[in-house]
């Protein structure tokens, strides 16, 4: 379980500072960056994290077109597309044995 945590959360750490590094065309406010997802995807948050420095991830993602967008949201209310894709697909796989 500790191994799995600190994966996560080198991997968050990760996706923070690439937001950190992301043009500014690329952030914009929050609530403009749920509003564009939601009306020009269908997208909707499937899930959230909090990395370091107090920012926010999260998953969006649209079943009907399959499209997924993850965001990281800076404590400044700014909020950046880290990536982008499609064919999500929600799992709930179980522990693998000895985990």
Avoid at 42 to 60: D, K, S, W, Y
Avoid at 83 to 98: C, F
């Amino acid at each position: 379980m500790k191994k799995i945590l600190l994966n996560t959360t080198i991997g968050l750490g990760i996706m923070v500072l690439a937001a950190q590094q992301v043009s500014a065309q690329s952030c914009a406010p929050r609530a403009d960056v749920i509003k564009r997802l939601a009306k020009t995807y269908g997208e909707t948050r499937r899930g959230i994290g909090i990395a370091r420095r107090g920012a926010v991830m999260e998953v969006f993602a649209s079943d009907q077109t399959g499209s997924w967008t993850i965001v990281v949201t800076l404590p400044e209310g700014v909020t950046c597309l880290i990536a982008s894709g499609r064919s999500y697909e929600t799992l709930a796989e179980a522990l693998p044995p000895n985990a």
